[in-house]
């Protein structure tokens, strides 16, 4: 695809319009008429009228200049993440809506910093052999100093409850640790994993963090190593960020991660139990087998040093005061993640990962979603709250920091509404295995609407029913979900708060986080009906005389990521 200079974007571009913004219009009003003629009476007339504001081409407008070129794959942090950012808060101005970030701002900002390698002065030996960053081996961040022997540890993991201890008694302490995949072992699925951490399971790193290790060698397990490679030198590249107010809070191993190159692999168990190419091949396999100690005459030395640097990027926060004065201190906050990924690793000569689906198709729908609140007849009781999440790629980043440092009081927030991924359709005839779970045209996947709150799952599936009639698919909506979408998107967030939630989303396919998730292969038509749903949905809990009520406990098996 064509790269267009960042420079370029004009805020303006609120006026360009898409291909597809010239469906036909008054096909569009008489579907809105006949969906309104359907709906019972159960939803205000007003309401369903405000709901048709969201339509087909203005979405598809939206995500035109979202999921461009320009905006580069939107990583978190970016100029092209910026520039979207600015994009909306051009629009909610326009709409009237009020700022909810900091300082009277529609900005939360949040600073990143990161350790950054210095490949300059950082040096590793391998039996005295100096090894080349970038050719030999890449080592994450931590800057440390250390030399010391090897034990391979297969797998690396030691699961209780399964009977599984990769270690067979071997000291680690002192050594450096090399495991195959740092991936769960095969047969195994994260619902195995209960209980604490360092009593029941221990992960790699953990282990050997806590056993006194002086780093960790990852083996890749992948059939492309060299595809491998050239990703992981891409994403340490330009990866590494971490928000500054999370490191109080979280962990800090301080443990070196050096992840080596073939050659590497090779040289490390040259003469050993295993080839290199052995190892290669059970790692890729998951078939890692029975940890044994190296060569004691073999030993790694290595002094990384590290820069470190900061950069501001941002949640994105607007509100719609609501109508009552005394529930209008109450909140119903819809989100998306407006970030992707970035560039990376080409694929067809194409290296931008523009995210149209993932999450351009939720950062539209919101905005969408704004503009039909904005211009809504009549306010509704409780006040909306409308955040676009930054770093949610990251490990969900932009929620979390909102959760941990609200904008609003916390406790005022009604329930969190989720869009993340809701443009893409399984078409008749699709046979491709990678779309094997995608939805249908008239389906959304709904995750999480009955697992804290009884009342806010009925009024879910009394608002669908009476209004559009999607195709609901719990299929997900269950704690011993083995793809562990409960833990994937910033609803995750806002449930550990105690806030019940609704979580929309189409299903994995081909294109997820490829640089082929573009702006041409959304269903426009879906996205409508679902933003549609959505608005219906927010509406009749901003106007209920009750908040929903949290009846139920989270399983526990979903209270930690």
């Known amino acids: ?7 370029g974007l004009a805020l303006g571009c609120a006026l360009w319009l898409s291909p597809f913004a010239a469906i036909n219009v008054r096909a569009q009003e008489q579907t809105t008429a006949a969906a309104v003629a359907a709906a019972k009476s159960t939803l205000p007339a007003a309401a369903l009228e405000d709901a048709s504001r969201i339509t087909a081409p203005r979405l598809s407008e939206f995500l035109h200049v979202v999921a461009s070129d320009e905006m580069a794959g939107r990583d978190t942090p970016s100029p092209g993440l910026d520039a979207t950012a600015k994009y909306i808060v051009s629009h909610l101005k326009q709409w009237g809506l009020k700022p909810a970030g900091d300082d009277g701002t529609f900005y939360q900002r949040i600073k990143l910093t990161r350790k950054k390698v210095d490949p300059a002065t950082t040096r590793v030996e391998l039996d005295g052999r100096v090894l080349a960053f970038g050719d030999d081996y890449l080592v994450a961040r931590t800057p440390s100093a250390a030399s010391g022997g090897f034990i391979y540890a297969g797998h690396g993991w030691i699961v209780k409850s399964k009977n599984i201890d990769a270690y067979q008694d071997l000291n680690v302490k002192g050594k450096i640790v090399v495991v195959s995949g740092g991936q769960l072992p095969n047969g195994l699925t994260r619902a195995d994993i209960k209980g604490e951490p360092g009593a029941d399971w221990q992960d790699p790193e953990f282990y050997a963090r806590t056993h006194g290790a002086l780093g960790l060698i990852v083996v890749p397990r992948t059939n492309d190593f060299a595809r491998w490679w050239r990703s992981r030198q891409a994403s340490m590249e330009r990866g590494g960020w971490e928000v500054e107010k999370f490191a109080s809070t979280e962990e800090q191993s301080g443990l070196p991660i050096i992840y080596p190159s073939a050659s590497m692999i090779e040289a490390l168990f040259a003469g050993e139990r295993l080839s290199g190419a052995e190892i290669l091949k059970q790692t890729t396999e998951g078939t890692a087998g029975t940890a044994f100690a190296l060569a004691p005459s073999k030993t790694l030395k290595f002094d990384v040093k590290a820069t470190t640097e900061t950069a501001l990027t941002q949640n994105v926060i607007a509100k719609l005061e609501g109508s009552d004065k005394k529930l209008k201190d109450e909140y119903v906050a819809i989100g998306a993640h407006y970030d992707h990924v970035g560039t990376g690793f080409p694929i067809k000569g194409d290296a931008i990962y523009n995210g149209a689906d993932d999450d351009g198709s939720g950062t539209v729908a919101v905005m969408s979603l704004a503009e039909a ?76 609407s009955k697992m804290m709150s009884t009342g806010l799952g009925e009024l879910s599936e009394r608002v669908n029913s009476s209004y559009l009639n999607l195709n609901y698919n719990y299929r997900y909506d269950d704690p011993a979900d083995t793809n562990r979408f409960f833990f994937r998107s910033d609803h995750f967030n806002y449930a550990q708060k105690g806030i019940p939630i609704i979580f929309y989303f189409d299903g994995v396919h081909e294109d997820y986080h490829r640089p082929s998730d573009t702006a041409d292969k959304i269903d426009y038509q879906k996205m409508e009906k679902i933003a549609r749903t959505i608005f219906m949905t927010a509406h009749e809990i901003a106007n209920a005389p009750a908040r929903p009520g949290v009846d139920k406990k989270l399983p526990a098996s979903l209270t930690e990521r």
């Open 1 to 7: 695809m064509r790269r267009f200079k960042l420079s």
């Open 373 to 448: 609140f904005a211009r809504s007849k009549q306010r509704p009781k409780r006040s909306i709250l409308f955040i676009w999440h930054a770093g949610e790629e990251h490990g969900l980043w932009g929620s979390k920091y909102f959760t941990m440092f609200p904008t609003v009081p916390l406790e005022k927030i009604v329930t969190q509404l989720n869009i993340d991924m809701i443009g893409r359709s399984k078409q008749p005839g699709d046979t491709n295995p990678a779309n094997a779970a995608l939805s249908g045209p008239h389906e959304v996947y709904v995750i999480g």
